[in-house]
């Protein structure tokens, strides 16, 4: 038995970019470039990097949302590619995702009990109405809206309540994974701790893995446990949360961490890392390490050999002179 609940191994999705009268393909964008990450069994594993560099491809590559251009997912040891599509369809109910936008995810022309019962509908037949009606009832109860929301439409809520539509949503089958793919970005401060709690409180009541897709390293401290630090398309760093927080090794997690408020004065004079240049091209990346045009820290290995991702520990970082040993 595994006790990863998902792993990916060089997982690959290259995007045409198509130009000219005929659309032909002139260049290909490199969003998810050969990854491997694993994610335990009942943890929260969060996904982080700026805008860009293929996080949110990568989490719908898990889910099979996308086709992968190469590599493997598997999902408590079963290879995704090796199923039909009635197998995917079975395995699709221990996977579910909460999107980003609470406004746009829902449809304003469903009634909220509608959208929670969608689920149950597509892979529960035998289902009765009075069955399912209660069990959104109770969806709904869980999620902290009260099961008198069934009856109204999204407009008639907040944005934090939306988004317990969604979770609701997602909870409803019961699944072992979710992805949340920004799932708190377009909330108010507040709103977002209410909804962050509400999740941690989901995972532990439901045995839940979760993967948290996020810019936001203040969110990651706050609920993951393990991290993936990604830049163009790569992993380039994996490690407990506490471990990467404290002694981030790769130069690129020491510039996303030293741009994170630190509660603590002791540590607020970490060395801060000052990048050069702007963020690659996902059609046009660079030779050697990807990160060696902004890399202060760059040799000239660096130009000309990609850094494989070495793991000791539990830690694992894929550059040449990691900033302490690995
Ligand atoms: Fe910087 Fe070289 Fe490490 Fe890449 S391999 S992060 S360029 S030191």
Do not use: W
Not at 107 to 131: C, F, S, Y
Not at 241 to 255: A, C, G, Q, S
């Amino acid at each position: 038995m595994t006790r990863n609940l998902v792993e990916t191994k060089g997982l690959k999705k290259y995007f045409p970019v198509k130009a000219g009268a005929f659309g032909t393909t002139k260049d290909m964008v490199r969003a998810v470039d050969g990854v491997d990450i694993a994610i335990r069994k009942r943890e929260t594993f969060a996904l982080v990097g700026e805008s860009g560099c293929g996080k949110t491809t990568l989490g719908r590559l898990i889910l099979k949302l996308l086709e992968p251009s190469g590599g493997e997912v598997f999902f408590d040891g079963v290879n995704l590619q090796d199923l039909d599509r009635r197998k995917m369809r079975e395995l699709r109910r221990d996977m579910q995702i909460i999107f980003q936008d609470p406004y746009a995810s829902l449809d304003p022309r469903m009634r909220v009990g509608d959208i929670v019962a969608e689920p149950l509908k597509t892979h529960i037949k035998e289902q009765t109405r009075r069955e399912r009606e209660e069990e959104v009832a109770k969806l709904l109860e869980i999620v902290g809206l009260g099961r008198d929301a069934a009856s109204k439409y999204p407009h008639q809520f907040s944005g934090g309540q939306r988004q317990r539509i969604g979770i609701a949503r997602a909870l409803a089958l019961r699944p072992r994974f979710i992805v949340c793919d920004e799932a708190v970005s377009a909330l108010d401060v507040s709103i977002q701790a209410q909804i962050l709690n509400l999740l941690r409180d989901l995972q532990e009541r439901f045995n839940l893995t979760l993967l948290f897709i996020t810019h936001d390293l203040g969110v990651v401290r706050h609920l993951a446990d393990r991290v993936g630090v990604m830049f163009l398309g790569k992993c380039v760093e994996t490690g407990a949360v506490t471990e990467i927080f404290e002694n981030p090794l790769h130069p690129y997690t020491r510039f996303l961490l030293s741009a994170v408020p630190v509660p603590d004065p002791h540590k607020r004079d970490r060395e801060k890392i000052l990048l050069k240049g702007d963020i690659p091209s996902p059609v046009d990346v660079p030779s050697g390490c990807r990160f060696h045009t902004r890399c202060p820290y760059a040799k000239g290995i660096c130009r000309s050999q990609e850094p494989p991702l070495r793991s000791e520990n539990s830690r694992s970082v894929a550059c040449h002179f990691p900033l302490s040993g690995v």
